[in-house]
């Protein structure tokens, strides 16, 4: 299959290497033209100089980037928040304008459900499928084709037929249910992170002020209720006050602040988060 990959971050650019590794024929798109560069000539495929340029030649598209206003420069060629408006050339040059009937976005920046359903709208319009896909795992999940799917699509069918393909760089994926349901279910995933990340430092902090010895207290403690994937992967660096690695603090921040204006319309109390 075509598939085209526009973001080769530190999340995407492994997972755009799975796909490539599978066989699929894949173009890609970044910002940094350079980067693109590089990217295929260590993996293959080929490069775009444009998002359009990568809808023109591909079957089903996936977008990673930053967030809400990056996925808009990206899929419609709107201007980003630094700028004041998009110039005719850009929006030319969106993904939108050179998708087919029939082919499908698939956009697995963690973003806002609002944006999820505004792309599903205008992709229909189209003619062309969407699906929102953000993923769990983080950079090590990329890096070993272990992530987790959450996905939202308005049509079943338009789910399966790009369901396999998720199977590059996936250990689970599921459709949630509509557009939307998969940004939903991220922002559950991310408040869930949070609190037992919170409750995993104060706790070490308690346990180094009363004099325990950390390591210790983690490996007892592991064996029973409180154990958790954070506790298995962060408690070590975190007795050591080593932080500078894996999912960005300012990430998270971002994602909470998505859940937080969820919350507004829905009325969850996310007083703990």
């Known amino acids: ?55 023109e030649q591909c079957d089903v598209v996936m977008v990673c980037v930053g967030n809400d206003d990056d996925v808009r420069s ?15 050339k850009s929006v030319e040059n969106g993904l939108l304008a050179g998708l087919k009937p029939g082919t499908v976005l698939v956009d697995h920046t963690t973003a806002s459900a ?27 999940g990329a890096e070993n084709g272990a992530l987790t799917v959450m996905c939202g699509c308005d049509d079943q069918k338009v789910f399966d037929r790009v ?32 609190g037992v990340v919170s409750g995993l430092a104060e706790a070490l902090n308690f346990a180094m002020r009363a004099g325990l010895d950390a390591d210790q207290v983690v490996e007892v403690i592991s064996k029973g209720a409180a154990q958790s994937w954070q506790m298995e992967n962060r408690s070590k660096t975190m007795v050591r006050d080593q932080f500078d690695f894996g999912f960005a603090v300012e990430w998270m921040r971002k994602d909470l ?8 319309n829905n009325g969850a109390d996310l007083t703990m988060t």
């Open 1 to 55: 299959m075509k598939v085209g990959f526009c973001g080769l971050g530190v999340m995407g650019s492994p997972m755009a290497r799975h796909l490539a590794s599978k066989s699929h024929e894949v173009v890609v798109y970044n910002r940094n033209t350079e980067k693109a560069k590089q990217w295929v000539d260590k993996n293959g495929g080929k490069f775009a100089l444009t998002p359009r340029e990568v809808g």
């Open 74 to 88: 990206v899929v419609f060629g709107a201007p980003s928040a630094k700028s004041l408006s998009a110039s005719s």
């Open 114 to 140: 609002t944006l999820a359903r505004e792309l599903s709208a205008a992709c229909s319009a189209k003619n062309v499928g969407f699906i929102d896909a953000p993923v769990s795992g983080g950079q090590a």
């Open 163 to 194: 369901r396999p393909v998720f199977d590059a760089y996936a250990k689970a994926c599921q459709r949630m249910g509509d557009a939307g349901a998969g940004q939903l279910t991220k922002m559950v995933n991310q408040i869930c992170i949070a």
């Open 257 to 264: 602040g998505i859940c937080f204006d969820e919350a507004k």
